[in-house]
């Protein structure tokens, strides 16, 4: 498809009459999607057929027992190193952004570097972005000349990426951005039908090629939806074909349609009460490659973040933004391999593990599979000062995870306290005991202070 290249200026003005959004500042993506859902004017979905409901049980399984993915931001964007949104945030024309085409030129296969980074970090699954905000496919398209075989790379890099996550043994998933700042009905679409039809007529032509060309894919996860609401992307449409062409895909909420799974961004919330739910993370604050941004967290907070998503039945998809080679920062490389090697020993704790209702401790964190209550231990105490309170199940026993030690234990009415620890934890950087429960273990956080301090 040939489009008339619109000046980044104008595209800006477009913007702001289309969007409706405050002008009080460029709004990063969480607070696009925010605005998004405040504005909806969608009725609720009907009710789910039993049918419906036995198929999406079927699809997400997998998915359910995986727990822990790859995220992976990949554009022109790492060319210049200053964010995804650089050209945004930047006000970039579009003119100007497009010669950073031919200058992305990764090398070959780079995704097999991710991938098996992704499988000494326990990860099950991968997505990557095959279309971000900027426009630019990694794929290979018949609609635009924008994409990576027909500059820089040479090449198709979704189909590299496929590749590389099949040979590791991991699931496929493709992000895919709606709003797009290069093409030029990417704005005039919200207040012009004809821009309107050619555009939607685009997008759905990139998810035909995307889950056509490749073999299985697992999941789409859709991006921004800016500027139309459901009636206007045509979505109920847009995933009868993708359903059609998948029958076994999971799709995300994005395209403005509640699809199978929530996506809580830069935060962990549980959904509603059997909604699937999954929280995307940065490894530092940035989603694309930015080299000056050193705010990392580190392995320790990465672990607790993925035990805080296990603990209420939802997975954790963590980022990382190669550079424009394809490397991958050797900060996320090492804060991957850390977390890998905790999950070699504890993987069991995260893994097809159940929705968890204890949760009060100062000292750790809990996940379960049944009745196996697992307690993740952030701040090791040694010697005998380890305990939680209000548990309303009998402990039949208790170990470490990583060692398979056996752990003494003495529980009263009110605690359950852990005895003749060694003064070093165990294990790096969180020590997780097996405590095994004769029912399914809850916790009543307030036994103690109702039968102690009387009645709140």
């Known amino acids: 498809m040939k489009t008339k290249q619109l000046s980044r200026r104008d595209y800006l003005r477009l913007l702001g009459a289309g969007a409706g959004l405050a002008a009080s500042g460029l ?26 409901r036995a198929d999406r049980e079927r699809r997400m399984r997998w998915w359910h027992e995986a727990k822990f993915g790859m995220f992976i931001h990949w ?10 949104w650089v050209m945004e945030m930047e006000g970039l024309p579009a003119t100007e952004y ?6 992305f030129t990764p090398k070959p296969n780079a995704a097999r570097e991710w991938a098996r980074l992704a499988r000494r970090a326990g990860q099950k699954y991968m997505v990557m972005t095959t279309k971000h905000h900027e426009g630019f496919c990694n794929f290979d398209t018949k609609t635009t000349n924008f994409c990576a075989p027909k ?4 090449r198709d890099l979704v189909r590299e990426y496929v590749e590389a996550a099949r040979a590791e043994g991991l699931r496929v998933g493709f992000y895919y951005s709606l709003m797009d700042w290069h093409h030029p009905d990417g704005a005039r679409c919200a207040t012009d039908e004809a821009a309107r039809q050619r555009f939607v007529e685009y997008i759905h032509t990139h998810i035909r090629e995307l889950l056509t060309n490749y073999g299985r894919v697992d999941v789409l996860w859709y991006d921004v939806a800016w500027p ?5 992307w045509e979505s109920e449409r847009m ?5 059609q062409l998948q029958p076994d895909i999971i799709v995300n909420n994005r395209n403005k349609l509640p699809g199978d799974f929530s996506t809580p961004e830069q935060r962990i919330e549980a959904a509603e009460a059997g909604r699937a739910w999954e929280s995307c993370m940065t490894m530092n604050d940035s989603w694309g490659y930015q080299r000056a941004d050193d705010d990392w967290k580190t392995p320790k907070q990465i672990v607790r973040n993925l035990i805080t998503c296990a603990h209420d039945g939802g997975n954790y998809l963590l980022n990382i933004g190669p550079k424009p080679d394809g490397s991958v920062p050797p900060e996320s490389v090492s804060i991957l391999n850390t977390v890998g090697q905790w999950m070699d020993k504890n993987g069991q704790s995260i893994y097809e593990t ?5 949760r009060r401790s100062r000292n750790g964190s809990f996940t379960r599979r049944g009745n196996t209550l697992y307690f993740h231990v952030h701040f090791w105490p040694g010697g005998d000062g380890l305990a939680f309170a209000g548990l309303q199940t009998k402990v039949k026993s208790a170990r470490l995870l990583a060692t398979g030690k056996p752990v003494a234990f003495e529980q009263d009415t009110y605690r359950v306290r852990f005895t003749g620890l060694p003064q070093r934890a165990p294990d790096d950087p969180i020590t997780t005991l097996v405590v095994e429960c004769e029912s399914e273990p809850k916790q009543d956080e307030l036994f103690v202070r109702r039968r102690e301090r009387g009645s709140v």
């Open 27 to 52: 709004p990063d993506m969480s607070q696009i999607v925010s605005a998004q859902t405040a504005q909806s004017s969608a009725s609720a979905p009907p009710p789910e057929s039993a049918e419906a």
């Open 75 to 84: 554009g022109l964007y790492s060319v210049l190193g200053r964010h995804e």
């Open 98 to 103: 497009a010669q950073l085409a031919k200058r």
């Open 151 to 154: 500059q820089g790379p040479g």
């Open 228 to 232: 139309l609401d459901a009636k206007g």
């Open 239 to 243: 995933n009868r074909m993708v359903f």
């Open 354 to 358: 159940d929705i968890c209702q204890p």
